[in-house]
């Protein structure tokens, strides 16, 4: 059974395992059933099935607490959001994932929600905005622009005024950053990104230590709809598994990409708070194991000049999303709900498991055109 003495990178191979019994599976099987016979610990999969529990089992101590896995990230952020109460105030970063900046503003516009948007790297104005607040949503990094919020002053604010604090932790991961331990009372994860880690299955999770939360979360799951296949947790629990030789091996060759991409002749601007002149820099320094796989860059010469970059590129993937092995590129903009905020020419990079020599030789000469 796992031992909670046991390093992190040693409870990622070993928690979520069936009971070590002689001539038992080592994984947890692939269960292909929607009905169970009565008087089991489960009877019909939408409640829960032995793989959503073992994927549960693994993640929550890696945040902290227990999590309740959703069909998708936004499966999971729309059940934190229905369990707000009608006309329920909700202080967000300007900058938020694309879906869930998208999700806001229409539960805002029919007047589900009351939406109060936010600069969220600027922490004396957030204050100002938590008095009447019921949520703070916070995204550390954020999507696209990678800006740092102080998770812990966040936290104080909003706990100040009876506030509950959201952390979407997808770009960190439960290795980079812990925003429970800062403050934060929920935290979201798109495990579609770098816990399940090879780009073939979409699933959420969300983690809290609050009991009833837990129930609550569970039950918006059941009555949602949002219940993940039986398939996807077994593929997310799988990937979870070489998470942290991942994580080191992506974020080593970010930080290496992103040094060398200062000063490109093709390259207006990199973000990337591992760098020493990054605006989050320190912030990211003092609450982060490290800087993350994500950088963005603004292209010299506007929005044609990164498409053009993006679509030269043979090893660097041209394609949304993020955290998988393989490294990704894309031109934000060119999705129709992405924040206008966000400059035409910005790229967003999702560094991979490659050789960095070879990442780096072939997104140079793409820039270079």
């Known amino acids: 059974m796992p031992d909670d003495s046991w390093a992190v990178e040693t409870r990622l191979v070993h928690d979520g395992r069936p009971a070590p019994t002689p001539g038992a599976p080592l994984n947890q099987p692939v269960e292909l059933a929607s009905t169970y016979y009565a008087g089991g610990e489960t009877e019909y999969a939408r409640d829960g099935t032995r793989g959503m529990w073992a994927l549960e089992e693994a993640v929550g101590p890696l945040e902290g607490g227990g999590a309740v896995a959703f069909a998708s990230g936004m499966a999971a952020a729309n059940a934190i959001l229905d369990l707000l109460p009608a006309g329920a105030t909700v202080v967000a970063a300007r900058f938020t994932y694309t879906g869930v900046a998208a999700?806001?503003?229409?539960?805002?516009?029919?007047?589900?929600?009351?939406?109060?948007?936010?600069?969220?790297?600027?922490t004396d104005a957030i204050v100002k905005a938590v008095p009447g607040a019921d949520v703070v949503w916070v995204e550390s990094p954020t999507n696209p622009v990678l800006e740092i919020a102080d998770i812990r002053a966040i936290a104080a604010a909003a706990h100040s005024v009876g506030a509950l604090v959201v952390?979407?932790?997808?770009?960190?991961?439960?290795?980079?950053?812990?925003?429970?331990?800062?403050?934060?009372?929920?935290?979201?994860?798109?495990?579609?990104?770098?816990?399940?880690?090879?780009?073939?299955?979409?699933?959420?999770?969300?983690?809290?230590?609050?009991?009833?939360?837990?129930?609550?979360?569970?039950?918006?799951?059941?009555?949602?709809?949002?219940?993940?296949?039986?398939?996807?947790?077994?593929?997310v629990l799988r990937g979870l598994r070489t998470l942290a030789l991942r994580h080191q091996r992506s974020q080593?060759?970010?930080?290496?990409?992103?040094?060398?991409?200062?000063?490109?002749?093709?390259?207006?601007?990199?973000?990337?708070?591992?760098?020493?002149?990054?605006?989050?820099?320190?912030?990211?320094?003092?609450?982060?194991?490290?800087?993350?796989?994500?950088?963005?860059?603004?292209?010299?010469?506007?929005?044609?000049?990164?498409?053009?970059?993006?679509?030269?590129?043979?090893?660097?993937?041209?394609?949304?999303?993020?955290?998988?092995v393989e490294s990704l590129l894309e031109r934000r903009?060119?999705?129709?709900?992405?924040?206008?905020?966000?400059?035409?020419?910005?790229?967003?990079?999702?560094?991979?498991?490659?050789?960095?020599a070879d990442l780096w030789a072939d997104l140079d000469r793409a820039l270079r055109g």
Not at 184 to 201: F, R
């Open 167 to 235: 952390c979407d932790n997808t770009f960190a991961t439960p290795l980079g950053q812990q925003p429970l331990e800062l403050g934060a009372d929920v935290v979201l994860h798109s495990a579609t990104k770098a816990i399940g880690g090879h780009s073939d299955c979409l699933l959420g999770i969300v983690v809290t230590v609050d009991p009833g939360r837990l129930d609550a979360l569970r039950l918006r799951r059941t009555l949602l709809g949002a219940t993940p296949g039986a398939l996807e947790c077994y593929l």
């Open 252 to 324: 080593a060759s970010a930080l290496e990409i992103a040094n060398k991409l200062v000063g490109h002749p093709a390259v207006d601007r990199v973000r990337y708070p591992g760098l020493a002149d990054d605006p989050g820099h320190d912030l990211a320094s003092a609450q982060m194991t490290g800087p993350g796989s994500l950088i963005s860059i603004e292209v010299r010469g506007g929005a044609d000049a990164a498409q053009a970059a993006a679509e030269r590129t043979r090893l660097w993937v041209h394609a949304t999303s993020l955290g998988g």
């Open 333 to 356: 903009r060119r999705w129709a709900l992405e924040n206008p905020l966000v400059p035409e020419s910005l790229l967003r990079l999702s560094v991979g498991i490659e050789d960095p």
């Open 103 to 122: 999700r806001l503003r229409e539960l805002d516009a029919v007047g589900r929600i009351r939406l109060r948007t936010v600069d969220i790297a600027d």
